[in-house]
């Protein structure tokens, strides 16, 4: 499978050093809009083609799938130009700016009969089946609440504080989180409460999020841009709890049982290493690929909608409405 990155930047390069521990992914063309910079990036990390408009690469029939690699703002254009080019696209996360950006995307792979599907890394990890068979063997008895944080230090980065580049923790960070609680709970929301302190460019900086569920679990999340947190997740059930180290690439996965008035550690489970961790999302959709599927198994276009319906009416809860909207 060859693969173009559109985009230069700093996750392009994270992709591009997943690609080249991969054996059967070739690292084929990158597209910038500054020809020495795609030079630069095909030079250091063993890509073959360097174009210096996104629409020369995408007119490259030797694409196999394009992963879209730009602010968020710009996912919606260039996922349907990929499309209307005849190539598969593998879009970072999030998937668009809104849902109504999402429902046009999927619609136009769906008429195309294109692979279209959001590299959101930690569905597909091997993480999410471990603690998919922790749950399903009863590990914890019944989830009761789930709870989840995550922080970097990202505020002095331009895309995430510009409300035309669709900044914010929303779509950056807290899309993690709602992921995190959709992967254990689902997605049959009674009620979301949300809250928001904004930045001086009027975008979310912080962000606490409630959901209630309609079998009365609860989850409970917080973001920030501002700071580097624990990133843990909690799980916690009527016989014990799981915790998560790193929700945003799971590292360690630790069950812990009640002991009387304490508890103890049941199990200790370290995930399988890994080159970036986003090899995961590259071989599923080479496996899609390979089976004529336009969407992947761990990340299916009714999931990706759903997700981005949460976050409009989180965003509608925060009174902000991007530019381009």
Not at 17 to 36: C, F, P, Q, W
Not at 183 to 211: C, F, H, W
Not at 293 to 311: A, D, F, N, V, Y
């Amino acid at each position: 499978m060859r693969l173009g990155i559109l985009g230069a930047g700093g996750i392009a390069g994270e992709m591009a050093k997943t690609i080249a521990g991969l054996k059967d992914v070739d690292a084929y063309a990158v597209a910038s809009r500054d020809k020495e910079k795609a030079e630069a990036f095909a030079k250091k990390w063993g890509f073959e083609k360097a174009y210096g408009s996104y629409n020369d690469m995408l007119d490259d029939d030797k694409v196999d799938l394009v992963y879209i690699a730009v602010p968020h703002s710009h996912h919606h254009k260039w996922t349907l130009e990929a499309l209307n080019a005849g190539r598969n696209v593998l879009c970072e996360k999030s998937f668009a700016a809104n849902t109504a950006q999402a429902e046009e995307m999927i619609k136009l792979a769906e008429e195309k009969k294109l692979l279209l599907t959001e590299a959101i890394w930690t569905r597909y990890m091997p993480s999410r089946r471990i603690i998919d068979e922790l749950l399903d063997g009863g590990e914890i008895g019944k989830i009761v609440t789930v709870a989840s944080n995550l922080g970097y230090r990202i505020d002095m980065n331009e895309r995430m504080v510009r409300p035309e580049l669709a900044g914010g923790c929303l779509l950056d960070l807290t899309v993690y989180t709602l992921n995190f609680s959709s992967m254990i709970l689902g997605n049959d929301i009674k009620r979301i409460e949300a809250s928001m302190v904004p930045t001086e460019t009027g975008v979310d900086g912080q962000d606490t999020v409630m959901l209630e569920y309609s079998d009365g679990t609860m989850a409970s999340m917080f973001t920030t841009m501002y700071a580097l947190t624990d990133r843990r997740g909690l799980i916690a059930g009527t016989e014990g709890f799981i915790t998560v180290q790193n929700i945003n690439n799971p590292q360690r996965i630790t069950v812990y049982e009640p002991d009387r008035t304490s508890y103890r550690i049941r199990k200790d489970i370290e995930v399988p290493e890994q080159i970036t961790g986003y090899e995961y999302e590259v071989l599923s959709c080479k496996k899609a690929l390979e089976e004529g599927r336009i969407e992947c198994e761990e990340m299916p276009h009714s999931e990706t909608l759903t997700i981005m319906k949460q976050m409009d009416e989180i965003r509608k809860q925060f009174g902000i409405v991007f530019p381009f909207e």
